[in-house]
């Protein structure tokens, strides 16, 4: 059997990605199960964390978020049988690829996965609902009647979480890095049939780097600002010291401080995020709060592992019930899974790329 994986032969160097022949997995232990996989979305690693929590290797297991049948389970495991459909994240510290056939996992990472709901779509939508409930329920309560900023919105991230803060009764604006980002935004309706009313109350297309994000939130909100805003990296330094295109069309810290509400949220995915006293001061007067924005975090405590499971349950109802919509492109095969995991890597990749087994 052979298994992806990534090597960085040192820190800050570009990551290599290979397929390595695997011995056969270890006996099947007390709480494992020997999951059959048959789709595993890709996703950025972060190798920087990886080395503050020190949990750099030398050959680094790629593809953790799998759907798959399962094959075999420990003595004490007692949620799982012999094919049963599952589906997970494996944790950061696994020794396991999720691009490999046969893989281990322990019975705590893994749900049922719904009858309805196919291998690709369910591998495929795990990690970003993980990341919406995490942002709009854990650190933001959404609720009816609340308005919701989510930078940009045609990203499978940020369609997943514009699905969940709708379907919760929200109000939402979007931002749209493109003409194509601006159409699919404005093309999102809700599950229901007979229902025409678009997802995304307002699309704010930021592409020309003419119009004001904050302007234009104040605007819909009357003047009072949005209640929960859901960044996708900000813009830290003036424009001249920003040298990239894309962090060009990125708000300034100071217009998401101005355009947040009384008692706003604004869940930050920067983790660089600076503050100055005068930030500071205009948050307090607001009584606002900033939290960032860290989906590992259910897997480096074992403390939240009945919450996490139940996450993964709901987003797999919401699934099964076609609430969730993700934006996929279309399954890869595994052979081609070395390049598709280059393009994601190097962020290069703008819909969710899933190997089909």
């Avoid at 990472?109 to 795990?126: D, F, I, M, N, S």
């Avoid at 007067?285 to 349950?313: C, H, M, P, R």
Wanted: include cysteine; charged fraction near 25%; hydrophobic fraction near 40%.
């Amino acid at each position: 059997m052979k298994a992806l994986y990534g090597q960085q032969n040192s820190p800050g160097e570009e990551i290599t990605f290979v397929f390595q022949e695997r011995e056969n997995l270890p006996p099947t232990g007390d709480n494992d199960v020997k999951v059959q996989v048959r789709a595993c979305a890709l996703s950025w690693i972060d190798t920087k964390l990886l080395s503050e929590i020190k949990l750099e290797k030398e050959l680094l297991p790629v593809g953790r978020e799998i759907s798959g049948v399962v094959l075999e389970v420990g003595r004490k495991v007692t949620f799982f049988q012999p094919d049963d459909e599952v589906v997970g994240i494996l944790p950061l510290d696994s020794e396991e690829s999720g691009l490999c056939e046969v893989i281990l996992v322990h019975e705590h990472y893994l749900v049922h996965k719904p009858e309805k709901v196919c291998w690709v779509e369910a591998a495929g939508t795990v990690r970003d609902g993980v990341r919406a409930y995490t942002a709009l329920h854990y650190l933001s309560q959404v609720s009816p009647g609340k308005t919701v900023l989510i930078m940009d919105g045609a990203s499978p991230f940020g369609t997943i979480a514009i699905q969940l803060a709708q379907h919760r009764g929200a109000k939402v604006i979007s931002t749209a890095y493109s003409l194509e980002d601006k159409q699919h935004l404005e093309r999102l309706r809700p599950p229901v049939e007979g229902v025409r009313q678009p997802l995304v109350a307002r699309v704010i297309d930021v592409s020309n780097g003419k119009i004001d994000v904050a302007e234009s939130c104040l605007e819909e909100t009357g003047g009072l600002g949005v209640d929960i805003v859901l960044d996708a990296g900000v813009k830290l330094y003036s424009a001249e010291d920003e040298s990239t295109s894309k962090s060009q069309l990125l708000p300034h810290k100071h217009d998401i401080i101005t355009l947040l509400g009384v008692g706003g949220h604004w869940i930050t995915t920067e983790k660089n995020l600076q503050l100055d006293p005068p930030d500071s001061h205009s948050l307090f007067l607001k009584g606002a709060t900033v939290s960032f924005l860290n989906d590992e975090i259910w897997n480096l405590s074992n403390v939240q592992q009945g919450k996490y499971l139940s996450i993964l349950e709901d987003i797999m109802e919401k699934l099964s019930s076609s609430i969730f919509r993700p934006q996929l492109d279309e399954p890869i095969p595994l052979y081609e899974a070395k390049v598709s995991m280059e393009i994601v890597q190097k962020h290069q990749a703008r819909k969710r790329q899933v190997i089909q087994f």
